[in-house]
T-cell receptor, first 115, second 114 residues
Framework: DTGVSQDPRHKITKRGQNVTFRCDPI?????LYWYRQTLGQGPEFLTY????????KSRLLSDRFSAERPKGSFSTLEIQRTEQGDSAMYLC?????????????FGPGTRLTVL | DQQVKQNSPSLSVQEGRISILNCDYT??????FLWYKKYPAEGPTFLIS?????DKNEDGRFTVFLNKSAKHLSLHIVPSQPGDSAVYFC?????????????FGKGTLLTVNP
């Protein structure tokens, strides 16, 4: 399978705990994105990497959130001191520079439930 | 503020008929428009896209129409099939410095009845 993969698919945690999600993009894609989707909403942009450089963070991403892409391949998204409002589907997507219409390819997502 | 709007939360269509999903946008900087399909427990799947310099793009049963002056686009599915039942998201991408991120609408749930 050469698509975008995410791990874990589901995570249940207690408020105040830290969680980390992993994303493996399509191998030749140099761009990687994180989005968050809550019930009844479309995906909302969180952050973007070109290779290993994090080029933008949305204002939605509070100081408790951090993302890395250390070698320009896989990425991790960490949430510290989780809150109930962090419960959502976290989606990772990847793309290749120069794609005509900026088509991004999404993984299956990690569903986070904060109790 | 919702820059991409899908005002119909749901649409029900009979198999074999046409499905028309609508999308409006407010940001005149948007240059590319994309449609994604999402099944439950899966990530969005890219369906079709269009550039603002065109008014129509067709791929098999799927056609996207863009009316730039009205800031409106629509996705036509002909003929509709039960396997098309999913949530459809309209997304847009701006030119220039922010051309890497997609702005999504809230989605329209399409149900195609056999």
């Amino acid at each position: 399978d050469t698509g975008v993969s995410q791990d874990p698919r589901h995570k249940i945690t207690k408020r105040g705990q830290n969680v980390t999600f992993r994303c493996d993009p399509i191998s030749e894609h140099n761009r990687l994105y994180w989005y968050r989707q809550t019930l009844g909403q479309g995906p909302e942009f969180l952050t973007y990497f070109q290779n290993e450089a994090q080029l933008e963070k949305s204002r939605l991403l509070s100081d408790r959130f951090s993302a890395e892409r250390p070698k320009g391949s896989f990425s991790t998204l960490e949430i510290q001191r989780t809150e109930q409002g962090d419960s959502a589907m976290y989606l990772c997507a990847s793309s290749l520079t120069g794609t005509v219409h900026n088509e991004q390819f999404f993984g299956p997502g990690t569903r986070l439930t904060v109790l | 503020d919702q820059q991409v709007k899908q005002n119909s939360p749901s649409l029900s269509v009979q198999e074999g008929r046409i499905s028309i999903l609508n999308c409006d946008y407010t940001n005149s900087m948007f240059d590319y428009f994309l449609w994604y399909k999402k099944y439950p427990a899966e990530g969005p799947t890219f369906l079709i896209s269009i550039s603002s310099i065109k008014d129509k793009n067709e791929d098999g049963r799927f056609t996207v129409f863009l009316n730039k002056s009205a800031k409106h686009l629509s996705l036509h599915i002909v003929p509709s099939q039960p396997g098309d039942s999913a949530v459809y998201f309209c997304a847009a991408s701006a030119r220039g410095g922010s051309n890497y991120k997609l702005t999504f609408g809230k989605g329209t749930l399409l149900t195609v009845n056999p």
